[in-house]
Nanobody, 123 residues
């Protein structure tokens, strides 16, 4: 069992930056691929970024490529999402998730989810 707790959300102006963190419990964190998803009001949850268990592979949604960076520190059981050049359309609740098998982009492939952290970007 893995428990995930997101933090770092908040209100920021367009063009600004935020760094989200996701702290994981359990001794097997380093064996999980990790992902970030987001859900805006009235919309479906969508994939943002993912990282392999070693951190050697990453994958991004086209909408955030070049602006967001996913990383992890297995010694700290933490995965990060650095968000730069934020836009109003990035406003959403951001969730981190853990996948026991491999780097993935689909919601159904992830086994554990955090409760989410709100990111609001004002224009």
């Amino acid at each position: 069992q893995v428990q995930l707790v997101e933090s770092g959300g908040g209100l920021v102006q367009a063009g600004g930056s935020l760094r989200l963190s996701c702290a994981a419990s359990g001794p097997t964190f380093s064996s999980y691929a990790m992902g970030w998803f987001r859900q805006a009001p009235g919309k479906e949850r969508e994939f943002v970024a993912a990282i392999s268990w070693s951190g050697g592979s990453t994958y991004y949604a086209d909408s955030v490529k070049g602006r967001f960076t996913i990383s992890r520190d297995n010694a700290k059981n933490t995965v990060y999402l650095q968000m730069n050049s934020l836009k109003p359309e990035d406003t959403a609740v951001y969730y981190c998730a853990a996948d026991r098998s491999r780097l993935a982009t689909m919601i159904w492939e992830y086994d554990y989810w955090g409760q989410g952290t709100q990111v609001t970007v004002s224009s």
